[in-house]
């Protein structure tokens, strides 16, 4: 079965601390990974997106990996900040199967605290 | 510039009612989808469109239907509201379905449905 699991559920972290969320995939064939960041009350917002052959890529003070053998991503968040409180959103996209094509992780909630 | 939007923000209904959901885009996209989200599970598809004038079912399309008359709006509909609707909806647009295109998403809308 095509699924993605995160973990953990949720986070509390302080400002100013580093953290990293986990995303494992058992989708197949695999096209490409996202992560989305979604605040509370809006709609998600992508952050990056991971391909079969990248490791690693950053944006801002976020950091995604992706190790397609084990499928597994990570998404470390470097000098956290009261704004980077929202749930985070691994999303796999499969390489076929019509549009019933991306597969949603159930999110991680973190929350940083001053 | 707006991207999506959505209407209404939040709605509460009665059983049996019927209901429509508005998404609008004007970012000239092909593609659109509706999806719920539930806690603690990922987002989940219910209807999508690839065209204007084309609809096509996603994961869990029942008691839903779908239109799209035109490139910009995509209502979703609910002809007879059961308690198990209850849930948060989140319309999306990308440019086509090719693999890479980012998937925007609206502000969503909160249904509870008693």
Redesign the interface.
Known sequence: KNQVEQSPQSLIILEGKNCTLQCNYTVSPFSNLRWYKQDTGRGPVSLTIMTFSENTKSNGRYTATLDADTKQSSLHITASQLSDSASYICVVRMLSGGYNKLIFGAGTRLAVHP | IAG?TQAPTSQILAAGRRMTLRCTQDMRHNAM?WYRQDL??????IH?S?TAGTT?K??VPDGYSVSRANTDDFPLTLASAVPSQTSVY?C?SSGD?S??N???????TRLTVL
């Open positions: 999506i989808y603690g599970l990922g987002l989940r598809l999508y690839n096509g996603g994961e989140f999306a379905e693999s890479y980012e998937q925007f998403f609206g502000p969503g």
